[in-house]
């Protein structure tokens, strides 16, 4: 069992950055690749970005790449998402997410992942 909490979100104009913080409590968390999602109201989970449980590999959704970072330390059981470059379309909870799997192709899916935390609001304003 894996514990997930988000922390970091908050209000921020255009341009703006962010750091998001997801820490874990539970066994193995150096074990799963860790994913950030995000939903905006009245739309779909979007996913962002993925690093391998190794921090050798990563991977992002188009509409963020170039401008968000993520990172890990296992040694703290915590995954980061620098956010840069934000803009109002970037408001969103952001929700961080655990899963046994490697592949990157599956690891974009929503259903692919064992764990989730609450969320973390971020807004951005124009």
């Known amino acids: 069992q894996v514990q997930l909490v988000e922390s970091g979100g908050g209000w921020v104009q255009a341009g703006g950055s962010l750091r998001l913080s997801c820490t874990a409590s539970?066994?193995?968390?150096?074990?799963?690749?860790m994913g950030w999602f995000r939903q905006a109201p009245g739309k779909e989970r979007e996913f962002v970005a993925v690093?391998?449980?190794?921090?050798?590999?990563?991977y992002y959704g188009d509409s963020v790449k170039g401008r968000f970072t993520i990172s890990r330390d296992n040694a703290k059981n915590t995954v980061y998402l620098q956010v840069d470059s934000l803009n109002p379309e970037d408001t969103a909870v952001y929700y961080c997410?655990?899963?046994?799997?490697?592949?990157?192709?599956?690891?974009?899916?929503?259903?692919?992942?064992?764990?989730w935390g609450q969320g973390t609001q971020v807004t951005v304003s124009s």
């Open positions: 539970g066994r193995a968390f150096s074990s799963y690749s």
């Open positions: 997410a655990a899963s046994r799997h490697y592949l990157f192709s599956r690891l974009l899916r929503v259903n692919e992942y064992d764990y």
């Open positions: 690093i391998s449980w190794s921090t050798s590999s990563t």
